[in-house]
T-cell receptor
Framework: EPEVTQTPSHQVTQMGQEVILRCVPI?????FYWYRQILGQKVEFLVS????????KSEIFDDQFSVERPDGSNFTLKIRSTKLEDSAMYFC??????????????FGPGTRLTVT | AQSVAQPEDQVNVAEGNPLTVKCTYS??????LFWYVQYPNRGLQFLLK??????LVKGSYGFEAEFNKSQTSFHLKKPSALVSDSALYFC???????????FGGGTRVLVKP
């Protein structure tokens, strides 16, 4: 069964450093998302991406964040200058075409980002 | 703005007994509703969804959920719980015209043998 994959599973970085979190969505999916979950808190939407551009972003997704689909398979989240409060589990998700049973988003296993 | 409430942080149930996990939502327009389950060190796994039609929807692993528009609820149910159902369950909502999912805080289910 196709699944969303994410690398690395755990990333430790120092405050102020840049990090890139990588995701490989399900191959025929068209919509891509990043969410994060700070320990003990809700899963929060960060950004959605469709047709090579951001379709929606939350207030969390400020200028420090960017997303990219550099090739036909990868979807990345970059944090330019990490802060302590960026420590969280980051989930990538993808969704298929609008027709058929493609309403649900499929999530990867997450990348735990620890900023020290 | 859309929101989801899961009023119980934890639900304890004996194996073989029925399991219910509560969820209420708030959204403008028609809601798309989802349940996800998270096992330790794993991602969010899709269980079931309500988009339109029959208010009772069936999903994976014997789970079902009932959409109640008047009570704005979408409770998850399983007639006979298994120890392996012990996990963290998340309810989520999306506006029909929208894109993003808004999640509840999660309910931890503990099924005791």
């Amino acid at each position: 069964e196709p699944e969303v994959t994410q690398t690395p599973s755990h990333q430790v970085t120092q405050m102020g450093q840049e990090v890139i979190l990588r995701c490989v969505p399900i191959s025929n999916h068209l919509y891509f998302y990043w969410y994060r979950q700070i320990l003990g808190q809700k899963v929060e939407f960060l950004v959605s991406f469709y047709n090579n551009e951001i379709s929606e972003k939350s207030e969390i997704f400020d200028d420090q964040f960017s997303v990219e689909r550099p090739d036909g398979s990868n979807f990345t989240l970059k944090i330019r200058s990490t802060k302590l409060e960026d420590s969280a589990m980051y989930f990538c998700a993808s969704r298929g075409p609008t027709s058929g049973s493609s309403y649900e988003q499929y999530f990867g296993p997450g990348t735990r980002l620890t900023v020290t | 703005a859309q929101s989801v409430a899961q009023p119980e942080d934890q639900v304890n149930v004996a194996e073989g007994n029925p399991l219910t996990v509560k969820c209420t939502y708030s959204v403008s327009g028609n809601p798309y509703l989802f349940w996800y389950v998270q096992y330790p060190n794993r991602g969010l796994q899709f269980l079931l969804k309500y988009i339109t039609g029959d208010n009772l929807v069936k999903g994976s692993y014997g789970f079902e959920a009932e959409f109640n528009k008047s009570q704005t609820s979408f409770h998850l149910k399983k007639p006979s719980a298994l120890v392996s159902d012990s996990a963290l369950y998340f309810c989520a909502v999306r506006e029909a015209a929208g894109n993003k999912l808004t999640f509840g805080g999660g309910t931890r289910v503990l099924v005791k043998p």
